[in-house]
């Protein structure tokens, strides 16, 4: 079983900065594709930004240029640095973990509970 906990959401102004932290537990070979999903009630959830284990990333272009994903792969944590924040990302903050528990096993996706980034104007 593998838990993904985060952790960094509130409440901040337009313009200011969080960072949101997603810590992987539990018994896993690898984690080769990690990330952050957001949602708003009544919408599908969206990509925000991934990173592979090598740092390749991918950034949605919403975000790209205020967001900086990031991960610890020895503390098997995902970051998400969000600077200049605006209302429109307010959001529900998953974090995403592809993760592959045995070598003889294929990596399945697990989702973090979720926290809640509201950025007022």
């Known amino acids: 079983q593998v838990q993904l906990v985060e952790s960094g959401g509130g409440l901040v102004q337009a313009g200011g900065s969080l960072r949101l932290s997603c810590a992987a537990s539990?018994?896993?070979?690898?984690?080769?594709?990690s990330g952050w999903y957001r949602q708003v009630p009544g919408k599908e959830r969206d990509l925000v930004a991934t990173i592979t284990d090598d740092g390749t990333t991918n950034v949605a272009n919403s975000v790209k240029g205020r967001f900086t994903i990031s991960r610890d792969n020895a503390k098997n944590t995902v970051y998400l640095q969000m600077n200049s924040l605006k209302p429109e990302d307010t959001a529900v903050y998953y974090c995403y973990a592809n993760v592959r528990r045995h070598f003889w096993t294929t990596p399945q996706d697990s989702w973090g509970q979720g926290t809640q980034v509201t950025v007022s104007s």
């Open positions: 539990g018994s896993f070979l690898s984690i080769r594709l």
